[in-house]
């Protein structure tokens, strides 16, 4: 095929362009914009269901308020300190009143076991609109006193998990905050508060209960706006709308952990999607779904009224596109030589590309000045990149770009749920290195720190230069306990090895986990924190977590 003239590829360009433009405007509506709307709406209602699963969380969190209530009425705190808290068989009344409460005998503490219960009981449910009981066990984590005409599924036995942590010889002189769980019993699902009585040890723990059901569940709907569901044990087990127990099969309970899951059902004639997060007991394990639905035809609303508004706008704008597109080009044409000589004296240099030969004369020349251009400019963009990235002496990531890795990790852990750790380490007395030996030594024995810890950490671990002879680990899928396995590694490493000239230097480490949601201060806080605590107790430790208050 010949070469064509500029201006006879204005016209042929210009016509093209309408062309298609015209034809993708008019077929967007028809297939990509009915695809975002459903994608839209879907999200929309990813986020409501969401919300539903933070009510529900809130509801969870109010019962662990109730329990501390219940563990801070003076009673029962009175009684467990006391020791006489003994299994309740005697139904018969008893006046709490009674100002001898130091004088009551074993037999009597049955009674008060019993009353207590019942008017605590009593006193939550005034506040709440369904029933709450509760329930108490002694320092061994033995069944004491429940509210008579409860059922079964209401009590627990003491050997459930969230009441063993709450006596374990491993929290026994730890601080524990009350905690609300959701726990699955025969079919039925219930929102249970836990706290225990203390003194100098655990005396007994209380578990406040209730029911999940209809009252809290038109709450959600209320505040989200939107039909709720809750899934479990291979069927609907809880909705705002009559459904059928098998609506939707048992797509929900082939989901992973933690995933997010959208499904669709069939009620009363409408097709409506729901979308779904995970309901996880106190061991983490996934026990049920709640769920929050919209009508799906609401997606073909939207799209036919969004159609027939768009229309018009579709054979205006074409036009109008065309008539500026073949003037543009027109007058692009008279000083196309005048931005030939500019692009080819920005791009001089001895770069080349390679790109595909065109028709067009003088498109072609154009092609290969913007080609040497970009080429150029790619170049000392990575320059520029590369010298904005790394630190100087010990070639790794400089602060910038650390605080970089750290946010888009974070970013990843929030999405997923994936455990991140961090390690903020300090070379031991480092500025007597300086002060006696001169920087020179000390750039040596930096350059060398760096050898070592990059030699130790994983591929997956980031690492780069905080300030000074201060450094941080950046530790993906990494809990608090295997960034202590690590640090600790990397301590002994740099223990062992013989530095030049000052032949010995060691390293103080501090670790934190991150929370998601949290702010990035607050765990680079709780690593500095723990850094600092390490130089604190001698140097050369690591520090960080539960254990290094």
Known sequence: MGKI???????????????????????????????????????????????????????????????????????????????????????????????????????????????????LGKTLYAASSSVKNVAFFDGNANPLADVPGIEDSFMDTGKENYIQYMISADNKFSSIEPFGVIALKEGRLFLKGVDRIYSGEPKGVTVVTEELGDPILEQIKNSVNKEIVIWAEDGVMLSTIPIDKNA???????????????????????????SFYPIEDFDGNIIAYIGSGFDMNTVNDIFINNLIRFIPVIVIFSLVLFLILYSVLRQLFKPLNEIIGITEEISKGNYKITYPPNNIIEFSKILESIGKMSDAIEIREKELVLLSSIDKLTQIYNRQKTEEILGLEIQKVNQTSHPL??????????????????????????????????????PTDFIGRWGGEEFLIICPETNLEGAKTLANGLRKALEAHSFPIVVRKTASFGIAEYIPEEAVNAVMKRADDALYLAKKRGRNRVEGGPDSN
């Open 5 to 119: 003239s500029f201006r006879k590829a204005i016209m042929i360009v210009s016509f093209a362009v309408f062309l298609m433009f015209s034809l993708f405007m008019f077929f967007y509506f028809e297939k990509i914009s009915y695809q975002d709307i459903k994608e839209r709406l879907i999200s929309e209602n990813s986020y409501s269901a969401q919300s539903a699963k933070q009510l529900l969380d809130a509801e969870k969190d109010s019962m662990a308020k109730d329990a501390r209530f219940v563990v801070n009425y003076p009673t029962t705190h009175f009684a467990f300190v006391n020791g006489k808290y003994i299994p309740f068989n005697d139904e018969s009344a008893y006046n709490l009143s009674n100002p001898e409460l130091e004088a009551m005998s074993p037999f009597n503490y049955k009674e008060l076991s019993f009353q207590l219960s019942r008017i």
């Open 421 to 458: 750790a961090i390690i903020m380490l300090d070379i031991d007395s480092f500025k007597e290195v300086n002060d006696t030996y001169g920087h020179k030594v000390g750039d040596m024995v930096l350059e060398e720190f760096v050898t070592i810890l990059k030699k130790n950490i994983r």
């Open 248 to 274: 939707f099969g048992n797509r929900l309970g082939t989901a992973e952990s933690g995933e997010n899951i959208f499904a669709t059902a069939t009620i009363n004639n409408r097709e409506m999607g729901f």
